[in-house]
């Protein structure tokens, strides 16, 4: 025996009593591939191409195909490792603290957040393998018994990063699939097709959405949520602890973990908004991203962006209070040096520009905050590579000094992996729900900013558990 709640009626732009899940789901049981979504797809499908060819070149010809030499043994391998494990932070704290901070805001942006920190863990984790030099050795970074006394060698910074990103790719794919279970018995019971109906229900794991269901469903859902919540801290720790715990200037300071995770959470806020405006203004979801989350998002990035610029002048005022003569001249380095113009377009694009959101006008105008998004993830990265090869180019030799120049391998490499985090979020948006049905149905919606929040809901399904 089914009973139905029946909730306040959906409303939305155009429609009335239209089904939020009946919207949500159209969008992945459509018969038709939007030719938009081909275009994106075969663009990005071309650029993953261009991965595979850098990487089977590399493992033919070896690392020196890069523009590494002496000093600068790290490249953009680490920048782009660094920059990858920064971007899947956002979807992590979206998810798991504002869920358990009860945000309901986050509703709408959590599901493909959670899926972009699976993308970027997954681009982030080919860069230790890659830049190892001799791949086939990559075993040796597993902990597996160890007689002869050699390796796995724990106080590596390798070791570190691997079971970081393996601990946290763990976790928040549990998290993300868990919260998927009632989305996708919602498609197993709405697909037409054979092939969707079996796909689904094996997915959906034979959810019926029994009380008891929903129960053992929230207590996995939030349990996660609290074993995801410290990831989000000591993830990029870790990597901050990579650099602070070598004897280079510009790399051994305290401050390395703590400024490494507002950086981490800049870059990922930057590229959930990055993604989550194409996909509002492509798919008509206007109702469902509303100006409400743009909003929000943007106010983050305001607090991490004084957060980073703080972690900016506390590395100026080390260098200068500590009256270290190789302190000071990393700091005069990064001023003057052969690298000056990256690290003041770093300060302009991560210091400066987000000031901009301190104006609500800034905030509730969807081309300037997607084109202000684009500038802070361009400004990430770029302090990264001058937090990677400027502390490198110029050590306590002055004999060995250098400069580092990426060569095309460097960039294809680069631009190969933005290639395969497109691909997997293009094929995720296509064939799962990027929004999360299930939270949807409970969401309040907000039509216009000028006009009071209209409640959208849908009826929730207790099936009897007399015949469990």
């Known amino acids: 025996m089914t009973v139905k709640e029946q909730g306040p009626p959906v409303i939305e732009p155009g429609h009335t009593y239209a089904s939020v899940t009946d919207k949500i789901s159209a969008l992945v049981l459509r018969r ?45 391998a680490i ?26 805001w986050r509703t709408s942006i959590n599901r493909f957040a959670e899926a972009m920190t699976l993308f970027a863990v997954a681009c982030a984790a080919l860069f230790p393998l890659i830049h190892l030099g001799r791949p086939q050795f990559f075993y040796y970074l597993f902990p597996y018994p160890n007689t002869l006394g050699l390796w796995p060698q724990f106080r590596s910074p390798l070791v570190w990063d691997l079971f970081a990103i393996m601990t946290y790719a763990l976790v928040s794919l549990m998290f993300w699939y868990v919260g998927l279970i009632p989305d996708m018995a919602t498609l197993r019971d709405k697909a037409t097709s054979r092939f969707g109906q079996t796909a689904y229900g094996v997915l959906a794991m034979g ?6 269901h929903w129960h053992r469903y929230e207590q996995a859902y939030f349990l996660l949520a609290a074993l995801a919540t410290p990831l989000v801290v000591s993830v990029h720790s870790i990597v901050g602890l990579d650099f602070a715990v070598s004897v280079i200037p510009g790399w051994h300071s305290t401050i390395a973990p703590p400024f490494f995770v507002a950086g981490a959470v800049l870059s990922g806020f930057a590229m959930v908004v990055t993604i989550a405006i ?20 943007a106010k983050i990035l305001l607090v991490m962006s004084i957060l980073v610029t703080y972690g ?12 270290n003569e190789f302190e000071m001249f990393i700091v005069e380095n990064r001023f ?3 690298y000056a113009p990256f690290y003041w377009t770093m300060i302009v694009c991560n210091a400066l520009i987000p000031q901009l959101f301190w104006f609500r006008r800034v905030r509730r105008s969807v081309v300037i905050l997607f084109v202000l998004s684009l500038v802070i993830n361009v400004g990430m990265w770029l302090e990264r590579f001058i937090i990677v090869t400027v502390s490198l180019h110029r050590d306590f030799l002055p004999s060995s000094w250098d400069i580092y120049v990426p060569t095309g391998w460097d960039w294809a490499t680069f631009i190969g992996t933005i290639g395969l985090f497109a691909t997997l979020l293009f094929l995720f948006i296509r064939f799962l729900p990027f929004v999360s049905i299930m939270e949807m149905r409970e969401l309040v919606a907000e039509m216009k900013p000028s006009e009071p929040a209209v409640g959208i809901s849908e009826p929730r399904e207790l099936v009897d558990e007399t015949k469990d």
């Open 32 to 76: 038709h591939t939007p030719l938009g979504w081909l275009i994106g797809f075969t663009l990005s499908f071309l650029l993953l191409m261009t991965l595979l060819v850098a990487i089977g070149v590399l493992f033919v010809q070896g690392v020196g195909i890069w523009g590494i030499n002496i000093p600068v043994g790290w490249g953009i």
């Open 79 to 104: 920048v782009n490792l660094v920059w990858w494990i920064g971007i899947g932070h956002a979807g992590t704290l979206i998810s798991a603290i504002l869920l358990l901070l009860r945000q309901e």
């Open 207 to 212: 959810w019926r959405g029994s009380a008891r």
């Open 278 to 297: 194409p996909l509002r203004k492509f798919y008509r979801l206007e109702d469902i991203i509303t100006m409400r989350h743009l909003d929000n998002m």
């Open 312 to 323: 900016y002048v506390a590395e100026i005022f080390v260098g200068w209070y500590s009256g």
């Open 336 to 338: 003057l040096g052969p």
